[in-house]
């Protein structure tokens, strides 16, 4: 009996322990749980503005479009050639068409007509003389031979087709003799022509006289009036391709004509050294003279002034 008074404690004892361990874990969850409750709210964080951006040149580390354009090397298919510029821009093409042009060639297409027509045999007789010496001779032989119509109306022809073709050679190679353009530029190499034509003429007469040789000296200016007529009816063709052949290259006839004067100044030449060399008792040292100072010297200062300018 008194151990069962004595168990009866010791269970209550163990009792009041569990619960107060309980109640001690209540307090723990209950505590736990209001501290949880109550947390502290998080501080609102001001918005900060994002930072300026700095230069684009300090952080730009890619290159530029135009810095690779400048490092990529350029090669050229054209590199080591022998043609040099000789204008540094563009060059505009030269009008070659005007009005006074258009005049000047129906007129002599209209004067051609008219003495093919009115002086048909007069007209064929001056080329005939072109390729035989002594029918040439025989012209020469009748007077006034130069001053016919049909010889005055072909001079003219020449004065006007040479002038034209010589304006334009200086459009076409850019060397200005004269100031000014146009219609005025060809009337003063008009007039140059024929001041220079007709010097020409009297500085021949005079070598005849004073070489005692005024039979043959004539005898060439009369070929020299001859040449002059078939070079004048030579560049009518020239001068009208030149100013409406659109289709074909400007230096084709531009070459063309400066064939023609070749051609003419070798044939006039030649002609000149058989009436020279066909006179007897002619000192030939005066024929070379001759030709060398009036003939030869002035077409080499010429080319140079040409090739000068074309260089």
């Given at each position: 009996m008194f151990q069962n008074q004595q168990n009866i404690p010791q269970d209550s004892t163990a009792k009041q322990n569990v619960q107060k361990d309980l109640a001690a874990d209540s307090l723990k969850k209950l505590s736990a749980g209001k501290t949880d409750s109550v947390k502290p709210k998080p501080k609102a964080v001001k918005a900060v503005p994002p930072p300026e951006p700095v230069a684009t040149a300090q952080i730009d580390t890619l290159p530029k479009k135009d810095s690779l354009i400048a490092e990529i090397p350029v090669v050229s298919l054209f590199a080591g050639h022998e043609l040099k510029?000789?204008?540094?821009?563009?060059?505009?093409?030269?009008?070659?068409?005007?009005?006074?042009?258009?005049?000047?060639?129906?007129?002599?297409?209209?004067?051609?007509?008219?003495?093919?027509?009115?002086?048909?045999?007069?007209?064929?007789?001056?080329?005939?003389?072109?390729?035989?010496?002594?029918?040439?001779?025989?012209?020469?032989?009748?007077?006034?031979?130069?001053?016919?119509?049909?010889?005055?109306?072909?001079?003219?022809?020449f004065f006007f087709s040479a002038s034209a073709f010589l304006y334009y050679l200086s459009v076409f190679f850019n060397v200005r003799v004269f100031s000014g353009e146009g219609f005025p530029v060809f009337v003063k190499t008009g007039f140059s022509v024929f001041v220079l034509f007709i010097f020409r003429v009297l500085?021949?007469?005079?070598?005849?006289?004073?070489?005692?040789?005024?039979?043959?000296?004539?005898?060439?200016?009369?070929?020299?009036?001859?040449?002059?007529?078939?070079?004048?009816?030579?560049?009518?063709?020239?001068?009208?391709?030149?100013?409406?052949?659109?289709?074909?290259?400007?230096?084709?006839?531009?070459?063309a004509g400066i064939i023609l004067f070749f051609i003419s100044y070798l044939a006039r030449l030649i002609r000149g050294l058989n009436i020279g060399l066909g006179k007897q008792g002619f000192n030939k040292f005066y024929l070379f003279f001759y030709f060398c100072t009036l003939e030869i010297l002035p077409a080499v200062i010429l080319a140079k002034i040409i090739l000068n300018h074309t260089a």
């Open positions: 510029p000789s204008n540094s821009g563009p060059v505009a093409k030269p009008d070659y068409y005007s009005d006074w042009v258009t005049v000047f060639l129906l007129g002599s297409v209209v004067l051609i007509t008219y003495l093919r027509v009115a002086y048909s045999k007069r007209f064929f007789e001056f080329f005939r003389a072109l390729l035989d010496v002594r029918f040439a001779s025989q012209l020469v032989r009748e007077e006034r031979v130069l001053s016919q119509r049909v010889s005055v109306f072909l001079m003219v022809i500085i021949i007469e005079l070598s005849g006289f004073i070489f005692n040789a005024q039979a043959e000296f004539s005898f060439y200016n009369f070929h020299i009036f001859l040449f002059n007529k078939a070079l004048g009816l030579g560049l009518i063709p020239v001068l009208a391709g030149l100013v409406y052949a659109d289709a074909f290259p400007q230096a084709v006839f531009i070459y």
